[in-house]
T-cell receptor, first 117, second 114 residues
Framework: GAGVSQSPSNKVTEKGKDVELRCDPI?????LYWYRQSLGQGLEFLIY????????KSGLPSDRFSAERTGGSVSTLTIQRTQQEDSAVYLC???????????????FGPGTRLTVL | AQSVTQLDSHVSVSEGTPVLLRCNYS??????LFWYVQHPNKGLQLLLK??????LVKGINGFEAEFKKSETSFHLTKPSAHMSDAAEYFC????????????FGQGTELSVKP
């Protein structure tokens, strides 16, 4: 079946511009996660959704970052007034359920590579 | 707090020889532990997962890992390396009671020489 998809695959933007990154989870997966992979910081958790709610936003690096999820499916990560340090690969993952069950395996999308000039 | 430490940033082996990628974890609770692999310019793929059912976990492509509570370790092994195993490997812990968010180790780059 279809896996997690993300768009765009690559995004180049100028410093100060806003960007939107999209994630389509596996159908039926109620949990959705955003991570960031950068050279200096490795792989970091950003935010997760259970349904349309975001119980944990603790990983968002600043108030320029926000995310939403609608219809329990697609999620959008928005970065306002981008900075060069935002350059990274943004990864989305989804799972059937959150931790503590056999259904909590997270399946990752291919990522969006963001370059801020 | 939960964390994982990958003891080697880079491992190089010859094709056909065993692979050992080392990972230690820290957790106050019985952890859920994972190994993911990332091939160049590809997404993260789950290799295997430990959830307390059995201490020796078998994964895809001939990989396995053993959970050792006394040593707080979860090392990844493979009896015979293949050229296609060259990739970056991440040891990962799922944070208890926080929705399953994952904490990643720094990664180990595996090189396989012909």
């Amino acid at each position: 079946g279809a896996g997690v998809s993300q768009s765009p695959s690559n995004k180049v933007t100028e410093k100060g511009k806003d960007v939107e990154l999209r994630c389509d989870p596996i159908s039926g997966h109620t949990a959705l996660y955003w991570y960031r992979q950068s050279l200096g910081q490795g792989l970091e958790f950003l935010i997760y959704f259970q349904g349309n709610s975001a119980p944990d936003k603790s990983g968002l690096p600043s108030d320029r970052f926000s995310a939403e999820r609608t219809g329990g499916s697609v999620s959008t990560l928005t970065i306002q007034r981008t900075q060069q340090e935002d350059s990274a690969v943004y990864l989305c993952a989804s799972s059937l359920a959150t931790s503590g069950t056999s259904l909590d395996t997270q399946y990752f999308g291919p990522g969006t590579r963001l370059t801020v000039l | 707090a939960q964390s994982v430490t990958q003891l080697d940033s880079h491992v190089s082996v010859s094709e056909g020889t065993p692979v050992l990628l080392r990972c230690n974890y820290s957790s106050s609770y019985s952890p859920s532990l994972f190994w993911y692999v990332q091939h160049p310019n590809k997404g993260l793929q789950l290799l295997l997962k430990y959830t307390s059912a059995a201490t020796l976990v078998k994964g895809i492509n001939g990989f396995e890992a053993e959970f050792k509570k006394s040593e707080t370790s979860f090392h990844l092994t493979k009896p015979s390396a293949h050229m296609s195993d060259a990739a970056e490997y991440f040891c990962v812990v799922s944070v208890y009671n926080q929705g399953g968010k994952l904490i990643f180790g720094q990664g180990t780059e595996l090189s396989v020489k012909p």
